[in-house]
């Protein structure tokens, strides 16, 4: 998805963005329910058939910060020479942070009470959540000679992923004030991949 570019050299909304922030909108206007699919793409000014071009359901919308967020999490983890799969999964997860752009705050968890998203908000993110869970307990498996389902691999991805889901949402909820991503994630990830390390 290109980006074509403003005025003054900042990049324009790609036009899954548009879409979001259409929804965003409607959601805060009359609530994640009363809000369809049709309305988001009527306010983007696109076809029913355009959105889902971007978006396979209409609760994909409230992450499209998240996805971009942890998009790259399994190719950092794939090109990673540490020897360590804790640290490794640490410095994949950091780096992700880092990337991470300042300006867009994931709008589903600072104002999911005000869109009434309520049990919808929490199914899509779980989603979300065990397909990282996935992928990083695999990495793990694959450096340790362990199943990803053993227990080894499971803890190290529960407790690194836990850790950095934690900074994410304080990160959210510090509003105008808030510090980087990369430092919330950093300061969370360090004594746990410490702890994990020292096994």
């Given at each position: 998805m290109d980006e074509t570019m403003r005025r003054g050299g900042r990049p324009r909304r790609s036009s899954a963005g548009v879409l979001a922030d259409a929804a965003a909108e409607l959601f805060l206007e009359q609530g994640y329910g009363r809000t369809t699919v049709d309305h988001i793409a009527?306010?983007?000014?696109?076809?029913?058939?355009?959105?889902?071009?971007?978006?396979?359901?209409?609760?994909?919308?409230?992450?499209?910060?998240?996805?971009?967020a942890v998009a790259d999490v399994p190719a950092f983890l794939a090109a990673s020479t540490e020897r360590s799969p804790v640290r490794a999964v640490e410095e994949a997860l950091v780096a992700a942070a880092r990337a991470h752009d300042p300006e867009r705050v994931p709008w589903a968890i600072a104002q999911a009470e005000v869109m009434d998203i309520g049990t919808e908000l929490v199914a899509s993110v779980a989603a979300r959540v065990m397909a990282q869970h996935g992928a990083v307990s695999a990495f793990v498996g694959s450096r340790t000679g362990e199943r990803p389902t053993a227990l080894w691999p499971q803890t190290v991805s529960g407790?690194?992923?836990?850790?950095?889901?934690?900074?994410?949402?304080?990160?959210?909820?510090?509003?105008v004030g808030r510090r980087s991503l990369v430092e919330y994630v950093g300061a969370a990830l360090t004594p746990v991949a410490a702890g994990l390390d020292a096994r």
């Open positions: 009527a306010r983007a000014g696109v076809s029913r058939a355009t959105f889902f071009n971007y978006f396979g359901a209409k609760s994909d919308v409230l992450w499209l910060e998240l996805d971009a407790a690194l992923l836990g850790a950095a889901a934690a900074a994410f949402g304080v990160w959210v909820a510090d509003g």
